[in-house]
């Protein structure tokens, strides 16, 4: 059951692979209709964590592994507080895609961003992809502040693409290329620089 990779890390948080003891944690914020409002799933019943949870751990058995999901837990007491994924949707493209989702009490203190970025680096840096992209809802304002925080840009408006809850749904469509990450990590060195 355990990863190829090792848990990644960064300033304040540990991203690592699921255990099934997770699935209460999981369960407080996939459950709540708030969290969930702008995504495919939800708001899960105990069955449906439990069910995502096993998913998790046999999709991570597979070999070569495409599909990373990460439990995002904090350095400091090791809490779980969302969950994100990255996933090799094009190997021969060398294309991924990434998401994530936290407890409504971390939202807006930067943790998403730095998961997402996090992503990107394990992405390009591990699973040496070339472009990563994410979906997001028009709606969904705090994620798409996040996609362009991380140097993501939109693609494309792609009209009721997707069946949720009982209607069509629009989509974003962002995305970046390993070059343009790599552009983006040599700047943030260069202004960290004091002369």
């Not at 807006?108 to 390009?124: I, V």
């Not at 979906?135 to 949720?164: A, H």
């Not at 009982?166 to 990590?185: H, P």
């Amino acid at each position: 059951m355990s990863s190829i990779y090792p848990p990644l890390e960064t300033q304040r948080l540990i991203l690592r692979d699921f255990v099934e003891s997770d699935w209460q944690a999981v369960h407080n914020y996939a459950s709540n209709p708030e969290v969930v409002r702008y995504l495919p799933f939800g708001p899960n019943t105990e069955e449906d964590t439990k069910n995502f949870l096993q998913t998790e751990i046999k999709m991570r058995r597979k070999r070569p592994r495409q599909h990373f999901g990460f439990a995002i837990t904090l350095k400091s007491d090791k809490q779980v507080i969302g969950s994100c994924h990255i996933s090799i949707t094009n190997p021969s493209k060398q294309e991924g895609s990434i998401g994530y989702c936290l407890a409504k009490e971390f939202w807006g203190q930067g943790y998403a961003t730095e998961t997402a970025r996090k992503l990107l680096d394990f992405g390009f840096k591990q699973l040496s992809l070339h472009r990563i992209f994410a979906f997001c809802d028009p709606k969904n304002t705090r994620s798409m502040r996040v996609l362009v925080k991380i140097g993501m840009r939109q693609e494309g408006y792609l009209r009721e693409y997707e069946w949720i809850k009982g209607k069509w749904r629009d989509s974003l469509l962002y995305a970046i290329l390993d070059r343009e990450m790599m552009q983006i990590q040599l700047l943030s060195i260069y202004a960290d620089k004091t002369y």
